[in-house]
């Protein structure tokens, strides 16, 4: 919970941020139109390169948790079905005991 409001704060102002830049640079009687809109597309896509360099790490880093976790759940259920069969098998040594006597 706690990442996820340091993530809106930090995307809240990285956007206040490009907001004030962009009013900067129309602002600005010193530079052409091409310039004021070469230098608003470059504040703005920053950011948005930015944001999809995060969401394919984060996408990265998920595949390779899901493989791990799915990994660990395997040992776990394989763990889990030779106590299963030696259970098994237990109750069938006493069973077979109790019916010889």
Sequence with gaps: MLIWIVILIIGLSAITLNIFATQTVLSSSIHTKIKRRNYILLIWS??????????LFINRDIKKNKETIESDIADVMKDLAKRINGIEA???QKRSKKSLH
């Design 46 to 55: 920053i950011p948005i390169v930015g944001v999809i360099l995060a969401v």
């Design 90 to 92: 237990d109750i069938k």
